[in-house]
């Protein structure tokens, strides 16, 4: 049965939802800082934030587009002021904010936009083809589904709207796939040393060859919500 949901790339599926344009945006949990700079090409200007030293580096090292500006922090205490941001984007970043921090991530993000801001939220389902690769390394199903529920139960946030898609994760081979994993968090190297030998054969047999290596897809689902009005 085919699946109905329409295969969109993730940076784009942001900037054709929301206009972004000389929009104050901060990326939650920004990584190397690829969504950064796919929103300042659209002319937003855009506050990264990332606790991880390796990707830290790596954004700092891609040449700028624009003035966007990528900082350490975490975000559950956002080096931003009250009221300062038109968007906040938690894209695949809120499921790796601890569980009991998860909220306080949230209350960040109203803090710090205006009345008539969004929360952009974009986290990956745990299913899938890319999904079922990297489980062995870290399964994810329960972080995933607690990050859903943060979003959906949160008190301060009213839910506008929310849809899924299918993104195509194109990975060149299998040490890209490695990169990919354990530059998001070191604690997966030991794992993914562990689990190489079945990992690799997964990984050669599961997706789909590309001209850019193989295509594994990963479905995302996204929330968009609106901070209400305090009191």
Known sequence: MTDPRPIRRNPDVLTDTLAVAGKQLIDVGCGNGHLVRHLARHGAQVLGVECSPRQLAAAHAAARVADETIVEGVGQALPAADASADIVVFFNSLHHIPGEHMATALNEACRVLRADGVV?????????????????????????????????????????????????????????????????????????????????????????PVDDGRQFIQPMRVHLLHPLPPG
Not at 125 to 134: D, K, S, T
Not at 180 to 202: D, I, K, W
């Open 120 to 208: 952009y939220v974009a986290e990956p389902l745990a299913e899938g083809e890319f999904f079922a690769l990297c489980r062995a390394v870290d399964d994810e199903t329960q972080v995933r589904a607690a990050a859903q529920h943060a979003v959906l139960t949160h008190p301060c946030l009213r839910l506008a709207q929310t849809f899924d898609y299918l993104h195509p994760v194109v990975l060149a081979d299998f040490a890209a796939f490695r990169e990919r994993l354990v530059s998001a968090n070191h604690e997966r190297e030991a794992r993914f040393a562990a689990h190489q030998a079945e990992l690799s054969a997964l990984f050669a047999r599961s997706g789909q």
